[in-house]
């Protein structure tokens, strides 16, 4: 694939994680709302069960959507990437949304659910970066196998 096209390609794949992540934004919101003013949660604790929603939910989308082209064939690979996206993503967003919400909410004092969106937004890159190069990387088997050679 020639430079540009693999540009595209990258853009392509960047927006269409950037569609996962905002149905994941609005997960991880209601599941915060609902963790926190819901069932009286602290902030903490709610924001991790919060985040860990959406990185379930993310992924099962990134693999379908995002990287369809490089899906899971068999469940075992299905669950090893899925330990992976958990290890990586998941440790990239639980641990920065604890950093930054205990910043933002707590010594700052912003409300709960905008300094969720600013730590969300500040997040996103580490986790494509994470995802395309680790979690979903190029040499994974296809989605489909074909024909056994002859």
Same mark, same amino acid.
């Given at each position: 694939?020639?430079?540009?096209?693999?540009?595209?390609?990258?853009?392509?794949?960047?927006?269409?994680?950037?569609?996962?992540?905002?149905?994941?934004?609005?997960? %991880?919101?209601?599941?915060?709302?609902?963790?926190?003013?819901?069932?009286?949660?602290?902030?903490?604790?709610?924001?991790?069960?919060?985040?860990?929603?959406?990185?379930?939910?993310?992924?099962?989308?990134?693999?379908?959507?995002?990287?369809?082209?490089?899906?899971?064939?068999?469940?075992? %690979?299905?669950?090893?990437?899925?330990?992976?996206?958990?290890?990586?993503?998941?440790? +990239?967003?639980?641990?920065?949304?604890?950093?930054?919400?205990?910043?933002?909410?707590?010594?700052?004092?912003? %409300?709960?659910?905008?300094?969720?969106?600013?730590? +969300?937004?500040?997040?996103?890159?580490?986790?494509?970066?994470?995802?395309?190069?680790?979690?979903?990387?190029?040499? %994974?088997?296809?989605?489909?196998?074909?024909?056994?050679?002859?």
């Amino acid at each position: 694939m020639s430079p540009p096209a693999t540009r595209r390609g990258l853009l392509r794949r960047w927006l269409k994680f950037n569609l996962v992540g905002a149905m994941g934004v609005v997960v %991880q919101l209601a599941a915060l709302a609902v963790f926190v003013s819901g069932l009286g949660l602290h902030y903490l604790p709610g924001t991790a069960l919060a985040v860990e929603a959406a990185v379930l939910h993310n992924f099962l989308w990134h693999e379908r959507f995002t990287w369809k082209d490089r899906a899971s064939i068999s469940r075992g %690979q299905a669950l090893r990437r899925l330990a992976r996206f958990n290890l990586s993503t998941g440790a +990239i967003s639980v641990g920065g949304n604890l950093l930054l919400m205990r910043l933002l909410a707590g010594a700052l004092g912003i %409300q709960y659910l905008a300094a969720n969106l600013a730590t +969300i937004a500040l997040l996103s890159l580490a986790n494509f970066a994470v995802s395309h190069l680790f979690v979903f990387r190029d040499g %994974q088997p296809p989605a489909k196998a074909g024909p056994p050679p002859a």
